[in-house]
């Protein structure tokens, strides 16, 4: 009788230590799970930052011509290397631009030579693409 009490109260220990692990699995998961999506809302975050990083500099290099109308909008794809130096770039998708419009935003994009990369090396797409705009000065 005392032999099947100690039999029984070993049998409930190992089942006690046997929930705990599964709990602290369950808690580790759950912590790895939460840090995975914070990391990978860091991760949105910086990578909108980074698109808005371009899309500045392009602004910032665009000489507008006397066409440029407000409301603007094209869709610009830019094909770099790492370190951010432009290889190419077009229009892709529709801009409600005129031809010297386009061709002006294209040449801010090569005039840009070089876009941002340093900080941004996690997030580096070597195609990426962004709505140029203009809403009137």
Do not use: H
């Amino acid at each position: 009788e005392e032999r099947l009490k100690q039999i029984e109260a070993r049998k409930a220990s190992e089942r006690e230590d046997q929930l705990r692990q599964q709990q602290a699995a369950e808690a580790q998961r759950k912590a790895e799970a939460e840090a995975q999506q914070f990391r990978a809302g860091q991760m949105a975050t910086l990578n909108d930052q980074y698109v808005a990083a371009i899309a500045t500099v392009v602004t910032n290099n665009w000489l507008r011509p006397p066409t440029a109308q407000p409301g603007l909008n094209c869709k610009v794809k830019v094909v770099q290397i790492p370190g951010g130096e432009v290889i190419s770039s077009s229009l892709s998708g529709r801009c409600n631009g005129d031809e010297a419009t386009r061709r002006s935003i294209l040449a801010a994009v090569d005039r840009a030579g070089v876009l941002p990369y340093r900080g941004y090396e996690d997030v580096f797409q070597r195609e990426i693409e962004f709505t140029f705009r203009y809403d009137g000065d």
